[in-house]
């Protein structure tokens, strides 16, 4: 079958609506033999007519059924018609004769026999079980045969006089039934026809008149309310709706009315759409048609017949959209004539019936949509269609069109497209995993899918990866050392790529990309040792990582410079780490040519321990001064190991007066300290705040000896002397008639000063007072509160009560009791039990009495 034009690219194509299949097995034979005239459909069987007068009843694949032909008629049975439970078989001929066939039982079998030839036939819906079983029959004139109360046939003719009646369709109450005029609706409840359906006028006119034996009319029922009607290039839609004016009566009304290129020569329902078989009509057919001429067979070709499906339009009432056109290549179709096809349909399969041949055509499902874009080479589309239709599928697996899609893109030269996608496809597949390498492989083209290849748990061979490695390692060294970097080493042999490796680095030694991946073949055969000279060769930035991460430490002594050339931060890092593999002696004599990085090592040990290293801080004065003066100062501040002497000398080599001042200020030597800082400095800042460190008042004398001949010197001091020493000593020494700058602000600001230090005297004059008098008088309150001595006070001398319940010394008389002395304290005393010359003093509070 031929869904479109051969000219159509692949992108224009339209997704088929229907699949087709020829009937096939023992109709085959038959049609070999004889030839179809016309058909009957149930869901369980077909009812075949033929030109030799026979009806064979088959199966939908075109089998016969045993015992289930009948050959009641001598010629082309014209007409076959089925009851609704599908018992009985009623067909008629150009015979005459009408014949009723039961397949289950023969109690109500019917032959009769019309003196005129008979073009159609129905049966009721009901038949079977019916008891009047009726039967319509198409001639000259519509008959309706029933049987009477007493068995007999009785005949009633329902209309007449307008042609022979070519096709009759029985649905519930109504038939249907087309003549040569029209089609007409008898409804069997009110004994009635109802209406009248008229031809055309293109077709009926008498300058073109169709013959109705050539481009007889096709009715179907679409439901009990909805007549199709197809009569060459007319399309009618018709509902039955029920009368207003009459109850119970029901009137047509023709919904659509469409027009087509083609004449139609059979029409049935798809859903809410309408199938209709197109046959092609030449104009040259036309117009003999019309003239009542013959056509040789020479003179006419057909061309073949064609299914559409039309779905009229919903607000156009002659507007329809064609949903899809499909060519049918009929066996014979050269030679056939509209009158010599014909469609049914039955339980949603759809056959086209010519006298050679039978075309079964079904609606597509999800198998047929995968197999329709395999065709047409969209297989990305038929994949996601797999994954949407899950386990809907019968025929189609996703592995399988996966494989498909795969071996698509591998044929077309898609190789990035077939790699990414292997993935998802193969899954853990490993067997078709290993011919897709293969595949590549046979291309050329491993680089592409290494990066897909599987990693985890589900892996391939080893062949397969030393294979991928192998090519990147002829190809693209920085893409196999990529691969060695990412690949679990478990998944090939280390030593036969290590081997390989060294191979060409026998031609290349200097290869740093290979040197690298020799390194990573040696960490994944543990042989770190290795792997850390190849690093440290390459200054490769993971050096640092792989001595921390294997414990590599014992590698630093001999690796101390290298590490350090290549990052000093790192190296000392890691050299402070790890002190008990490297002692701190022999990095400084392994640095002691490389005075720039020794300093960095130094310094950093002394930040994290200026205690460590104290045999060197006198090396890294020097070190200091020559690298990083900036930091020098603050060393000599924190150093408690530093030979002041050599310090000095080196500071004064290099001029730094700082560094001087501050030695010669450590040393003791605060006036030549000064004398440099008044000679280099021409800011007085400076000394006013070394002399407020030294806190001397002859050092201040000096300063001002040293700035008396200096107006930017006396104005400083002026501002910044007064809380240190008395103003006056400075201003009874200005020489009389010097001009200074600024002069008078430094005098007021003098007095602020005064006024400020002489209220801050009396403001904490006012709060000493303050705070004697409060505790004077806490002190007064607690020296008057009275003292409570209980019967079992103890003496704190003697041990003994302080007052005896019988009075003291076995007398209760109070002139008997004892002195007792009580200090605030809160000792109590006899007064006997303190020493004479002590009587002032607590004896347990100076010591001389143990508490008791």
Not at 8 to 20: A, C, H, I, V
Not at 314 to 341: H, P
Not at 621 to 628: G, Q, T, V
Request: net charge negative; proline share 3%; aromatic share 8%.
């Amino acid at each position: 079958m031929s869904s479109c034009s051969s000219e159509e690219s692949e992108d224009d194509w339209e997704e088929p609506q229907l699949k087709y299949d020829r009937m096939g097995n023992d109709l085959l034979e038959i049609l070999r033999k004889d030839a179809a005239s016309c058909i009957a459909l149930h869901e369980k069987f077909v009812a075949l007519g033929t030109h030799w007068g026979t009806v064979h009843i088959l199966d939908h694949q075109g089998n016969n059924i045993t015992n289930k032909q009948f050959t009641s008629h001598s010629t082309t049975v014209t007409g076959i018609a089925l009851d609704e439970p599908g018992e009985h078989v009623a067909s008629c001929s150009d015979d005459g004769i009408v014949s009723v066939s039961g397949l289950l039982s023969d109690a109500h079998n019917q032959l009769l026999t019309l003196d005129q030839p008979v073009k159609a036939v129905a049966l009721e819906p009901g038949y079977t079980k019916g008891s009047s079983k009726k039967i319509v029959i198409g001639t000259d004139r519509l008959i309706l045969s029933e049987r009477s109360w007493l068995r007999r046939s009785q005949q009633t003719q329902l209309h007449s006089g307008e042609g022979l009646v070519r096709n009759i369709k029985w649905r519930s109450t109504l038939i249907a039934w087309a003549n040569d005029k029209g089609v007409k609706v008898y409804d069997t409840k009110q004994n009635r026809r109802i209406t009248h359906i008229p031809r055309s006028n293109e077709a009926s006119s008498s300058t073109n008149l169709v013959r109705p034996e050539i481009y007889p009319a096709h009715i179907t029922w679409k439901d009990d309310n909805t007549l199709l009607v197809g009569w060459f290039n007319d399309i009618k839609v018709c509902e039955f709706r029920p009368a207003r004016d009459r109850e119970g009566s029901r009137h047509c009304v023709i919904t659509h009315l469409l027009k087509t290129d083609f004449a139609c020569c059979g029409i049935v329902p798809l859903g809410d759409q309408i199938v209709s078989l197109a046959f092609i009509v030449a104009k040259e057919e036309l117009n003999k048609s019309a003239s009542g001429g013959e056509s040789s067979q020479q003179d006419e070709v057909s061309k073949r017949p064609e299914l559409r499906i039309l779905e009229p339009d919903r607000k156009n009432r002659d507007g329809y959209v064609e949903i899809s056109r499909d060519a049918l290549s009929i066996r014979g179709f050269q030679s056939f004539r509209c009158n010599d096809y014909s469609l049914a349909s039955a339980g949603g399969e759809l056959y086209v019936v010519s006298p050679k041949d039978i075309v079964i055509a079904q609606q597509r499902d999800e198998d047929d949509k995968i197999t329709w874009l395999l065709q047409i080479n969209h297989h990305r589309e038929a994949l996601e269609a797999v994954k949407q239709f899950g386990k809907r599928l019968k025929k189609h697996t996703y592995m399988e069109v996966g494989k498909s899609y795969l071996t698509h893109l591998l044929d077309i030269g898609d190789f990035r497209e077939a790699a990414q996608n292997s993935q998802e496809i193969l899954g853990n597949n490993m067997m078709l995993w290993e011919d897709i390498v293969d595949r590549f492989s046979s291309e050329g083209k491993l680089s592409v899918i290494a990066p897909f290849l599987p990693l985890g748990d589900h892996h391939l061979s080893e062949v397969c990866y030393e294979k991928v490695l192998g090519h990147f390692l002829k190809n693209d060294h920085l893409g196999f050392a990529n691969l060695l970097g990412h690949w679990p080493s478990n998944l090939y042999n280390i030593q036969s790529m290590t081997m390989k490796v060294l191979k060409y680095l026998d031609r290349d030694p200097k290869n740093e990309i290979l040197l690298d991946a020799l390194a990573k073949l040696h960490i994944a055969d543990q042989r770190f040792d290795r792997a850390l000279s190849i690093y440290l060769r390459l200054q490769h930035p993971a050096s640092f990582a792989l001595i921390r991460k294997h414990n590599l430490y014992k590698a630093l002594q001999e690796n101390i410079l290298p590490l350090m050339l290549f990052n000093k931060e790192e190296a000392v890092d890691l050299l402070l780490d790890h002190m008990e593999y490297v002692p701190i002696d022999q990095v400084v004599a392994e640095l002691k040519d490389r005075p720039n990085h020794l300093h960095k090592y130094l310094h950093a040990l002394f930040l994290r321990d200026s205690h460590l290293g104290g045999e060197y801080h006198s090396l890294q004065i020097r070190l200091y001064a020559e690298f990083d003066r900036r930091k020098l100062l603050p060393f000599l501040k924190s150093s408690t190991y530093i030979a002041l002497e050599e310090a000095l000398k080196i500071c004064e080599e290099r001029e730094y007066v700082k560094e001087q001042v501050f030695l010669l200020g450590r040393m003791g030597n605060a006036s030549r300290a000064l004398a440099l800082i008044t000679e280099h400095e021409s800011d007085v800042s400076s000394a006013i705040e070394f002399c407020k460190e030294q806190n001397d008042t002859q050092l201040w004398n000096e300063l001002i000896d040293k700035s008396i001949h200096k107006p930017e010197f006396i104005r400083g001091l002026l501002e910044n002397i007064g809380t240190h020493v008395d103003p006056i000593i400075l201003i009874k020494k200005i020489p009389t008639g010097m001009n200074i700058p600024g002069l008078r602000d430094a005098l007021v600001k003098i007095l602020q000063d005064y006024s400020m230090q002489t209220a801050l005297w009396f403001e904490c004059k006012h709060v000493l007072s303050s705070d004697v008098l409060a505790l004077m008088r806490k002190q007064l309150k607690i020296s008057t509160r009275p003292l409570k001595i209980d019967e079992d006070r103890v003496c704190d001398a003697c041990g003994r009560n302080l007052i005896c319940k019988t009075g003291a010394f076995g007398s209760r008389h109070p002139l008997d009791l004892p002195v007792v002395v009580c200090f605030l304290c809160q000792h109590y005393f006899h007064d006997e039990c303190l020493p004479s010359q002590n009587q002032g003093e607590c004896s347990v509070c100076k010591g001389k009495v143990r508490h008791r």
